[in-house]
């Protein structure tokens, strides 16, 4: 076997630390592994957004993905790169449905970590559909937010149930505060979320 270079492939939105470093330290360790009786090398640059064709094969062999949760048409090129050109991704774009917080936080509770107690609240509006209004007449029942803040106990978080970026996210201390906050949550489903007070050190995951 020759040298082969293996291609490796950023996809970024507004990211400017992150890919710095990694180009950096790819650049300084200059990877040269044996492999199969030849050299294995690795590239690396960052994905352009432009129309692409489904029968054109990927010229990647690994994306490392920081934008296809919100950004659409990076994702159906990665989705078809996935299928058709057998690329490796990370984070796998079909998982973005259980990356938003609800399914987090279950997850971590299966495995036994400690989340704060939390609460999925109703959204306070709808979008329109022909089906919505025999639907919460069937079914939805009132419920009192200021019962569900003092269970919960202030402060706390009211927060989307989905998303990142520390949008749309309250820190509310009394049922006042609660009540705004939830009034103008719009469509967005929300969860209330005890705080976690006098911690020793904060750590933000990405």
Not at 198 to 206: I, Q, S, T
Request: one cysteine or more.
């Amino acid at each position: 076997m020759a040298d082969v270079t293996r291609q490796i492939g950023l996809s970024l939105g507004a990211d400017l630390c992150w890919p710095l470093c990694f180009e950096r330290v790819l650049e300084r360790l200059q990877l040269a592994l044996p492999h199969h009786h030849g050299t294995l090398r690795f590239a690396c640059e960052r994905v352009t957004i432009e129309p692409f064709d489904l029968q054109k094969p990927c010229r990647y062999d690994v994306v490392l993905d920081r934008l296809t949760h919100w950004y659409h048409p990076s994702r159906e090129w990665i989705k078809k790169a996935l299928l058709l050109d057998g690329l490796y991704v990370f984070n796998n774009p079909w998982t973005l449905q259980s990356m938003e917080k609800h399914t987090s936080y279950c997850a971590m509770m299966r495995l036994g970590l400690k989340v704060p107690r939390t609460w999925l609240l109703p959204p306070k509006a709808y979008e329109p559909s022909p089906d919505l209004q025999p639907t919460l007449e069937r079914y939805a029942r009132m419920f009192d937010l200021k019962e569900i803040g003092h269970e919960l106990g202030y402060p706390l978080f009211l927060k989307p149930y989905s998303g990142g970026g520390w949008v749309g996210i309250h820190h509310v201390h009394n049922d006042g505060e609660m009540q705004a906050a939830y009034d103008g949550s719009g469509v967005t489903l929300m969860h209330a979320q005890q705080a976690v007070r006098d911690y020793d050190v904060f750590v933000r995951c990405v």
